[in-house]
């Protein structure tokens, strides 16, 4: 972890809370990740997950290492595409993508009548009651939405079955050091 200051009054939520508070310029802040085009930090109230548009607050942060989203063409369309996207989802708090964290249950793609796609995904989170959980969907749905020819993006929490750690691919693991 990498010491900086806030530059500015800087826009962050709370985790696990989900809560959107306002770190007051000055604020001492440690970067933990900086994954999935936002940064994780650690304050001393706790963590925080810092949107990659204001991550240019952080004194001495280096932008480069949030990777701004990218977009294809029309005819770069496929569900293929929708699993990459999801790829780069990150819960703040674990530096494995939802997908690998086998947060991902079901996708669901089908072309509409103008030619375009609509697309469903259910998901679940680590840990029932988390406030982190809207934030984590809101960041899938905007990412698909983002595709070529996506004309509507759903993401829904669901429970059953409830997320236990062996739902881990075997990439996720490595990450974490489990193998």
Not at 48 to 53: D, L
Not at 117 to 135: I, N, R, S, Y
């Amino acid at each position: 972890m990498t010491n900086h200051i806030l530059s500015a009054d800087t826009p962050a939520t709370l985790i696990p809370a989900g809560e959107t508070v306002q770190l007051p310029k000055g604020t001492d802040v440690y970067v933990v990740q900086s994954l999935g085009g936002n940064v994780t930090v650690r304050t001393d109230r706790g963590l925080f997950r810092i949107a990659r548009s204001d991550a240019g607050n952080i004194e001495g942060f280096n932008l480069a290492e949030v990777p701004a989203p990218t977009a294809g063409g029309p005819a770069d369309f496929s569900e293929q595409r929708v699993w990459d996207a999801l790829k780069t989802c990150f819960d703040p708090e674990i530096p494995v993508n939802i997908v690998d964290l086998g947060l991902v249950y079901d996708l669901a793609v089908e072309a509409t009548p103008t030619g375009g796609a609509a697309v469903e995904v259910k998901m679940t989170l680590t840990a029932q009651g988390c406030g982190m959980g809207p934030v984590i969907a809101e960041d899938a749905r905007q990412k698909i939405a983002a595709l070529p020819t996506v004309e509507s993006a759903r993401v829904h929490i669901v429970w059953d079955p409830i997320w236990t750690p062996q739902m881990i691919s075997p990439e996720g693991r490595k990450s974490l050091g489990l193998e």
